[in-house]
């Protein structure tokens, strides 16, 4: 399988520093989402950046996404401690409905 | 309220004995899917649809099965679990399915003894 790649696998910050994790994908992609998840329960959505895009905000967070690289990163500026969670990035193989997640960063925020 | 429910969220079996996990879905979603999640694999589709009586396998499909007789529901059954199935898994839904954000359910853990 086309497994994504992330990273680093984990990653412990004081409050207040900025958060990076990447991810490498392997196929051409239609678009990139980001996931987080908070210990064993659902995952939630954060951001969806489009093949055709660069970069993208959204409160204190930032995509951005390199199509020729195969890469796209995620900043959270500001660290909290209830950002501690796992973070996962995620694309549908393109021009199918299959879709492939990173192994996840887990993130630790020590207040 | 928009949501994706699943149950059972907690479920021990034995080896063998056929049991279905339910998934539903109220937000008129054409796209469900399901996805197991185990330490260090990260999460990884077992089946998914793009619409009514529509399914299609992900990367894991060996030993489930699937059906979308429904818009709104989308079970996952295990004929004969097996050990190796012990895993958390999520139901996810969407609009489209390629072209938009997931939603996910709260999780079923199964452990299969």
């Known amino acids: 399988s086309q497994q994504g790649e992330e990273d680093p696998q984990a990653l412990s910050i004081q409050e207040g520093e900025n958060a990076t994790m990447n991810c490498s994908y392997k196929?051409?992609?239609?678009?990139l989402q980001w996931y987080r998840q908070n210990s064993g329960r659902g995952l939630v959505h954060l951001i969806l950046?489009?093949?055709?895009?660069r970069e993208k905000h959204s409160g204190r967070l930032r995509v951005t996404l390199d199509t020729s690289k195969k890469s796209s990163s995620l900043l959270i500026t500001a660290s909290r401690a209830a950002d501690t969670a796992s973070y996962f990035c995620?694309?549908?193989?393109?021009?199918?409905?299959?879709?492939?997640f990173g192994t996840g960063t887990r993130l630790k925020v020590l207040a | 309220e928009a949501q994706v429910t699943q149950n059972p969220r907690y479920l021990i079996t034995v080896t063998g004995k056929k049991l279905t996990v339910t998934c539903s879905q109220n937000?008129?979603?054409?796209?469900m899917s399901w996805y197991r999640q185990d330490p260090g694999l990260g999460l990884r589709q077992i089946y998914y649809?793009?619409?009514?009586?529509?399914?299609d396998k992900g990367d894991v499909p060996e030993g489930y099965k699937v059906s979308r007789k429904e818009k709104r529901n989308f079970p996952l059954i295990l004929e004969s679990p097996s050990p190796n199935q012990t895993s958390l898994y999520f139901c996810?839904?969407?609009?489209?399915?390629?072209?938009?954000?997931?939603?996910f359910g709260p999780g079923t853990r199964l452990t299969v003894l």
């Open positions: 996810a839904s969407s609009y489209t399915g390629h072209t938009d954000t997931q939603y």
């Open positions: 196929t051409s992609i239609n678009n």
């Open positions: 950046i489009r093949s055709n895009e």
């Open positions: 995620a694309t549908p193989y393109s021009g199918t409905y299959k879709y492939i």
């Open positions: 937000m008129n979603h054409e796209y």
């Open positions: 649809s793009m619409n009514v009586e529509v399914t």
